[in-house]
């Protein structure tokens, strides 16, 4: 139903910032919550944070409280993540997820996925 795009992955040093970007086509974003996750190697998919469809509302994993920001654009059908104070075990592919059924950090909650862009904190 919605095609998400990710981008703004890149290699950052410890203490560094980044934002990634998730770009959506199809129906209006505004009409869908959308989260991060992020997948290290050897690991499983984790929750990093959500955003619901007007802005207001977000959820946030224990991990990233205070350090990540979760936001979005509707106008520019975009939904971002300001990532700061970066660490090397923040280093996985971010992937973007929309869906309708709350900001629940349970995969099956998120219907719609992009592909990820890969993000390398080194030390």
């Known amino acids: 139903q919605v095609q998400l795009i990710e981008s703004g992955g890149g290699l950052v040093q410890a203490g560094g910032s980044l934002r990634l970007s998730c770009a959506a086509s199809g129906r209006t974003l505004s009409s869908y919550a959308m989260a991060w996750f992020r997948q290290a190697p050897g690991k499983e998919r984790d929750f990093v944070a959500a955003?619901?469809?007007?802005?207001?509302?977000?959820n946030y994993a224990d991990s990233v409280k205070g350090r990540f920001t979760i936001s979005r654009d509707n106008a520019k059908n975009t939904v971002y993540l300001q990532m700061n104070s970066l660490k090397p075990e923040d280093t996985a592919v971010y992937v973007c997820?929309?869906?309708?059924?709350?900001?629940?950090?349970?995969?099956?909650?998120?219907?719609?996925w992009g592909q990820g862009t890969q993000v390398t904190v080194s030390s």
């Open positions: 955003i619901g469809g007007s802005g207001i509302t977000t």
């Open positions: 997820a929309a869906g309708r059924r709350g900001l629940g950090g349970d995969e099956g909650l998120w219907g719609s």
